[in-house]
T-cell receptor, first 110, second 113 residues
Framework: DGGITQSPKYLFRKEGQNVTLSCEQNLNHDAMYWYRQDPGQGLRLIYYSQIVNDFQKGDIAEGYSVSREKKESFPLTVTSAQKNPTAFYLC?????????FGPGTRLLVL | AQSVTQPDIHITVSEGASLELRCNYSYGATPYLFWYVQSPGQGLQLLLKYFSGDTLVQGIKGFEAEFKRSQSSFNLRKPSVHWSDAAEYFCAVEPEGGNKLVFGAGTILRVKS
């Protein structure tokens, strides 16, 4: 079965801690994206990558970092600099014309 | 500023009634247009997309959308709503020549029996 997997489903962060959200796809897609979803605000783009070893900031990149060492993987790190990290995080990948979304990770701050 | 607007935050319809969810965008050229649906705590599922050609697009689950260039709109419709259609719906735009989706704020659909 092809698709996008995100783990974990729920993640808890302590104050001052960095956490990493996983996103893996076996669709052979070149482009991958990270979105943040907050109630009433839709989805906002954090980072995106069009190709391995290259990525660009989206609209709300501050406090986040990414890497793209493999085509299949695009992990997102929420750093301690992100002061309001509680949100639902969605990873997506696309090839040509159809973006696919993963099931999401909900991040909560303790 | 370039944006995607979904003017209705919540919509409630009776089961069996027709549905129209509105979406307007402010990009100059004709972008690629999408509608997604999201159930609570889940990822997004693509309902339909418009790239070019026929302005009436058929999607999954009985949904359709019509692109109107003169109104910069891409409204989603369904002739008869089922209780299982209750979810949040997002309109998204990929600007022409761009490589990322821009989303509206979403419309929450409630279905009453």
């Amino acid at each position: 079965d092809g698709g996008i997997t995100q783990s974990p489903k729920y993640l808890f962060r302590k104050e001052g801690q960095n956490v990493t959200l996983s996103c893996e796809q076996n669709l052979n897609h070149d482009a991958m994206y990270w979105y943040r979803q907050d109630p009433g605000q839709g989805l906002r783009l954090i980072y995106y990558s069009q190709i391995v070893n290259d990525f660009q900031k989206g609209d709300i990149a501050e406090g986040y970092s990414v890497s793209r060492e493999k085509k299949e993987s695009f992990p997102l790190t929420v750093t301690s600099a992100q002061k309001n990290p509680t949100a639902f995080y969605l990873c997506a990948s696309s090839h040509r014309d159809r973006p696919y979304f993963g099931p999401g990770t909900r991040l909560l701050v303790l | 500023a370039q944006s995607v607007t979904q003017p209705d935050i919540h919509i409630t319809v009776s089961e069996g009634a027709s549905l129209e969810l509105r979406c307007n965008y402010s990009y100059g050229a004709t972008p690629y247009l999408f509608w997604y649906v999201q159930s609570p705590g889940q990822g997004l599922q693509l309902l339909l997309k418009y790239f070019s050609g026929d302005t009436l697009v058929q999607g999954i689950k009985g949904f359709e959308a019509e692109f109107k260039r003169s109104q910069s709109s891409f409204n989603l419709r369904k002739p008869s709503v089922h209780w299982s259609d209750a979810a949040e719906y997002f309109c998204a735009v990929e600007p022409e020549g761009g490589n990322k989706l821009v989303f509206g704020a979403g419309t929450i659909l409630r279905v009453k029996s």
